[in-house]
């Protein structure tokens, strides 16, 4: 699947393009007399292997407080707890030959304005010689939450879902619930999204298609509400709930997100895979 490969590397390498010109343009309407906020662009590679991709990284900004929008393609051989992973889910042959490929976008933002809502987006392939698969997906975690946005968030990624298979929305959202879930603390991260993984219907065109309208929802569903949230007055207490929710946020990628434990399972860079985290958290 060398070409299908090359395909699917480039489109999640031009949806970090256009996703990052969203954000800085974001930027130059957001409130304040401060200098608009601009990614840092480092490159990133494995610590062994093959392969690396971009960390894109906004701090200080006026409308995003801390956003990492990164894309990445590696490949190499699986460390022996990242193939009993993968065996365990189900994937053929890899106890025979551990050899992987990956390739996909992950973006994290955390907001100036306690009012606006954080949000998680990743689309993904990965490719082992005897299987192949998508995943991915979108959820929203507003400190404070406005039933508005919520609805909105969903109804964008319903219509992606409903364009591709009228099963998907409700699976995949039952899914992100599931998933998005912190047993230690008995409730969600946030107010949900869609989440999918190990996708392979056989359709491997259908299957991408389906992934990409994922990735283009993504910016229908969150600009809109940055954008109506960002210049909201707010007060001390308000701050103070934004970053208890961000602690909330930070327990959950360091010990159950899927994603996390791949990237440092695998060997990629360490400030890469942990550019999820809030720039200040707060526990009680």
Known sequence: MEQERRIAAAWFRTLRD??????????????GSAMPGRFEVLPTARADDGGGGLMSVMRGGRV??????????????????AQA???????????????????GISLVAHMQNPHAPAVHMNTR???????????????????????????????????????????????????????????????????GGIFFD??????W?????????????????FLPLAEARMDRPF??????????HRGLYAE???????GTKFGLETGHNADAVLMSLPPLAKWI
């Open 18 to 31: 256009r996703i990052v010109a969203a954000f800085e343009a974001l930027e130059d309407r957001g409130p």
């Open 64 to 81: 995003f407080e801390k956003v990492g929008v990164n894309w990445s393609e590696v490949h190499g051989t699986l460390a022996p707890r």
């Open 85 to 103: 992973a993968m065996a365990s889910r189900g994937v053929p042959g890899i106890d025979a030959d551990p050899r992987f490929w990956a390739s």
């Open 125 to 191: 392939m990965f490719w082992t010689p005897g299987a192949w698969w998508f995943g991915g997906g979108a959820d929203l975690n507003p400190c404070i939450e406005y039933a508005d946005d919520t609805a909105h968030f969903h109804a964008t990624l319903r219509a992606a879902c409903d364009a591709h298979d009228a099963a998907y929305y409700d699976r995949f959202k039952a899914w992100a619930d599931d998933y998005f879930f912190i047993p230690h603390r008995g409730r969600a991260r946030g107010v």
């Open 198 to 203: 190990d996708l392979n219907t056989g359709d």
């Open 205 to 221: 065109q259908a299957d991408f298609a389906f992934t990409r309208a994922v990735g283009e929802a993504f910016l229908p569903a």
């Open 235 to 244: 007060t001390d207490e308000d701050r103070d709930t934004q970053l208890i």
């Open 252 to 258: 959950y990628n360091l010990v159950y997100d899927r």
